[in-house]
């Protein structure tokens, strides 16, 4: 406690030596004028508004996930239309080439990449932007729907009891939907008929090619994106580089790309401010640009039976940016922080604890899908004559559902001509099922660059 108790000490000192050389020379109620800039490399954090066909030229309609945020104040909101074009095609690596021919999909699979050229703000105003060209992510965004009228609720008990039944079944429901959301995803969620659609498309042995509405992009910026210039008042400035209070979180955005099979201890981890952090008192603690840097502390890489890759990592240096610190090398602040939360890659989910330590999740789900491989395999070999009334051959639908399940369309043909094979590929597909699901190794846990993440400053909560 002793130790820990002078390291926050000196931060405190470092803080207030930092917050002086920026603000010595600063009137207290004078201006302060910089440029309103997005720097390049900054992401513009889309998703597909309508889906797009994978075919070079083709345009592309998009919508910011969130606020873009350019030193103290939102420049773009959640919400503003972003459009581009298709800029080229590329192969699919040869592994995933290889598996979705083991899936009887003969589908010359490709990539499409994208290049965003304009950003059209509320109101009409249109701005020329200039990204890299980017792949889609894995990970599918769904807006928020509006809400419903809420209903007249019948007036609750008085006292400790009747809140505590409240807080209960409000519990009860949400553990409900949390377990029925990925069962029953495909037939309540958001765009059923879509996914229904791409279901049964994939199963045919040759299909076209598309990227599904919602899908997420991170499309760096190439050039710099100007909004013209700004003031900030000195008194506004007065926390500028100070010390963030304790267990205060700030949104940001990962520099170094890290991954818990390949990552090293001590291995260096940066990640940039996307958000400004404010006082409560709406005064600018750290700007967005605001550099913060630190270290893996743990890694371990996925193993057998889907057990996921899990790492750890904090922060202790901040660095403010350029444009407040008059272009001049501000002094490294001291901090502690950690992980707070992070966004799904779309593969699993990530899961982080009271501690910053991170690790995947798979959806229990994928063990539904195994026992209706299994149940489909058992019944591709039952050929008891009686239950099909006598007449004609017995066992035939089954049959068709094996080959479906082991080889596609193409499976479920051949299983038509063929009892033994309509067995045999019925046995493949829940080998597969079985191998793919419950025996191989779980999803590592990789913070590609520019993946959103939550920093918590201060003591442990």
Known sequence: ?????????????????????????????????????????????????KRLTKRAGDPVFAKLVEPL??????????????????????????????????????????????????????????????????????????????????????????????????????????????????????????????RLEDLLVGKLPYHPQWIRKGTRFDAELRQPLLFGEASVRSEDLVLLGTQPPPDSVVHARM???????????????????????????????????????????????????????????????IDLPPQLTGNAAAPTMRTAAVLDGAESSGKASIVVDQEGSAKTVEPKTRLLNTAIAVLIAAKTNDNDSERNGGVGEANGGPRTLGGLSGFGLAGSVAARLSRNAGVALGFYGMAGSIFTNIIARGVELEFAKNSAIDIRFGARR
């Open 69 to 194: 945020y350019a030193v103290d104040r939102e420049v773009a909101p959640a919400g503003a239309d972003l459009i581009g074009k298709v800029v080229r095609l590329d192969p699919v690596p040869k592994g995933q080439r290889a598996a979705a021919l083991l899936g009887g999909d003969f589908t010359p699979l490709h990539r499409a990449e994208v290049q965003f050229t304009e950003i059209v703000l509320p109101g009409g105003r249109r701005i020329a932007v200039d990204t890299l060209e980017t792949e889609g992510l894995h990970s599918i965004y769904s807006p928020a729907r509006p809400g419903k009228k809420p209903k007249k609720a019948a007036p609750p008990n008085g006292g400790i009891l009747g809140t505590g039944k409240q807080q209960v079944k409000a519990q009860i429901q949400s553990q409900i939907s949390g377990r029925t959301r990925g069962v029953l995803d495909v037939v309540r969620g958001p765009d059923k008929i879509e």
């Open 255 to 317: 520099v170094t790309p890290i991954n818990s099979k390949t990552s090293k201890l001590g291995e260096k981890v940066e990640a940039i401010v996307s958000r400004p952090l404010l006082s409560s008192d709406k005064k600018l603690i750290l700007p967005e640009g605001t550099h913060l840097s630190g270290a893996l502390t743990s890694a371990q890489g996925a193993r057998w039976f889907h057990r996921g890759g899990h790492l750890r990592f904090n922060f202790d240096k």
């Open 1 to 49: 406690m002793k130790l820990r108790s002078g390291f926050l000490k000196h931060a405190a000192l470092l803080s207030v030596c930092a917050t002086s050389a920026l603000t010595q020379n600063a009137p207290h109620n004078t201006a302060r004028q910089f440029a309103v800039t997005l720097q390049p490399g900054v992401p513009l954090r889309a998703y597909l508004t």
